[in-house]
């Protein structure tokens, strides 16, 4: 079975919601063909609406949308909605309580070719700091499509994390996929690696690795960044008493960030984070090798949770 | 179509005006703090519209097919507050507790806290797109209710303003009506000064809309363009209303320095002396 783009994905069943839910519109701003809003548009042109290269006014158009009653889907480029539109986002969105469904697409380091520019890696950061706001960053194609229905449903403020590009599949057809609830992708006894996004394929194949160094690893895919599934990660973190958080984002207030506010607060284990280190990335000729190139690896994984093996109390 | 309004009708409203202008003071002079300045230039036009232009029900504020109202330039709050009061949405008495920690009444407009509030305002530029939101909503649902949005000059400054008027020309939201209240004073110091704006009336028109100027302290003028604005199909209008800032008390007008300071006992006095009397 072939493992679509995540925003191929997000694309075909935002369109296939619109069908059953008339309240759905979408708006784009001149990305349509990118973000793969054009799916939606194509089939619904009367609910879609294209405001050109202006996130601001789309974030402030979809908010009136939603006072209105209708149910919006913003959609863009990550690193210009939550940068440029994100006076928007708290106050006509967040603050206001407007019911609107942000899908922040090319998130990360997927757009490869457009360089730094365009990539994303303080959205999590940014958008988790805000009241109101619900973040969700699917791990893959199949967790990206289900979400859509589940934020739509969903009774406030969403920002939809989604990679440009494939990442590894790592979902299950019984997955039971919930808003704030984590799911262990690995069972494990050592330690726990926390990954959002396009990290939490990389972090299954990081536990393979730790699997031959005799470090049994558990794998918990974090979808919802917030809320933070506390419940889970405080029983695994009692479980292996270490834990190492990936994602593809800088390592300043995102996943890392929750994940150490929770253990700070409620159970101090080691911890290590493993994401962008506070510098912009380049350009490209794929994500994975921007990845690779910025501490993303496997092997940085992999290497994390050894640290973290060492550091924890015998 | 002219509607003609009678002279008592106008006397009424401009009598309304001039009690909102006074409510308004009493609010900030109180709070000792708030927006005199560009309060007190806009109350002939929230008098037109609150107390005859807008289908609105103060027993049912969330009723689907209300007129709706955003007050981009959310500082003038106590205007709003005044009308809303006066119009039954909340008990008057409530104004006396502005900016209290319990008190619904925000220093910027809240509508998840302040019935009849459609839209939370107060960081300037959001009406016009947030309003081309609300507008299309009512296209696409079949409803036949307006959006009035009331703009300052000054915000008029900032790009999302314009951003949101190009959209509203391009999915032709008649339903849409912006009042600017341009009363070419902002808080630093003249409009024209701080960052000029003319000509005003052609930036609108080059957006494809259609574009009525006014004194925007007539109110048989603000009704009249009100109409003309409803009649207009397939674009949005704005009334472009010349006004004066601090309106009605002749020591804030045209005064930069009224935009958001509070007056004192004395001057407090001295103003309702000039908005005709009584604090009630």
Known sequence: MSN?????????????????????????ADTSSSTLSSYFASRFPTRFFNVGIAEPCMVDMSAGLALGGMLPFVNAFAALVALRALEQIRTCICYNRANVKIAASYAGVSDFKDGPTH????????????????????????????????????????????????????????????????????????????????????????????????????????????????????????????????EEHTVIGGLGSAVAELL?????????????????????????????????????IADAALKVMEKKIK | MTIEYSDQQIRELEQIAAALRRDSLRMIYQRQAGHPGGSLSAAD????????????DPQNPDWPDRDRFILS??????????????????????????????????????????????????????????????????????????????????????GIVWEGANACAKFGLANLTAILDYNKVQLDGPVQEIMPMEPFADKWRSFRW??????????????????????????????????????????????????GIAPNKEQFEAALAELGGGSK
């Open chain 1, 4 to 28: 679509p783009a995540m925003r191929e994905a997000y694309g075909k069943a935002l369109a296939d919601y619109g069908a059953v839910n008339p309240a759905v519109v979408a708006l784009d």
């Open chain 1, 119 to 246: 990539h994303a890696i303080t959205d999590i950061a940014i958008m988790r700091s805000l009241p109101e706001m619900t973040v969700i960053v699917p791990a893959d194609a199949g967790e990206a499509a289900a979400f859509v229905k589940l934020i739509a449903e969903y009774d406030g403020p969403v920002y939809l994390r989604l990679n440009r590009s494939a990442t590894q599949a790592v979902s299950q057809p019984d997955d039971n996929l919930q808003i704030g609830r984590g799911i262990v992708r690995r069972p494990g006894s050592d330690v726990t690696i926390i990954a959002c996004g396009s990290m939490a394929g990389r972090s299954l194949q990081a536990a393979d690795i730790l699997a031959g160094r005799g470090v049994d690893a558990c794998v918990l895919d974090m979808h919802t960044v917030k809320p933070l599934d506390n419940e889970l990660i405080l029983k695994m973190a009692g479980e292996t008493g270490g834990v190492v958080t990936a």
């Open chain 1, 264 to 300: 700070a607060q409620e159970m101090p284990v080691p911890q290590a984070c493993v994401g962008i280190k506070d510098t912009f990335a380049c350009t490209g000729p794929d994500p994975e090798t921007i990845m690779d190139a910025y501490g993303l690896g496997v092997r940085d």
């Open chain 2, 45 to 56: 036009i929230m008098a037109a519209l609150y107390f005859h232009v807008m289908r609105i």
């Open chain 2, 73 to 158: 330039k959310g500082h003038a709050s106590a205007l709003l507050y005044s009308a809303l009061a006066r119009r039954g949405f909340f008990p008057a008495a409530d104004l006396d507790h502005w900016g209290e920690l319990t008190c619904h009444l925000q220093g910027h407009p809240d509508r998840l806290k302040t019935p009849g509030v459609d839209m939370t305002s107060g960081i300037l530029g959001h009406g016009i797109a947030v309003g081309a939101g609300l507008a299309l909503a009512a296209q696409l649902q079949g409803r036949s209710y307006h959006v009035y949005v009331l703009l300052g000059d000054g915000e008029c400054q900032g």
């Open chain 2, 210 to 259: 259609n574009v009525i100027e006014i004194d925007g302290h007539n109110i048989g003028q603000i009704l009249s363009s009100l109409d003309q604005a409803h009649s207009v199909k397939g674009k949005p209008s704005v009334i472009i209303a010349h006004t004066i800032k601090g309106k009605g008390v002749s020591f804030m007008e045209n005064k930069a320095q009224w935009h």
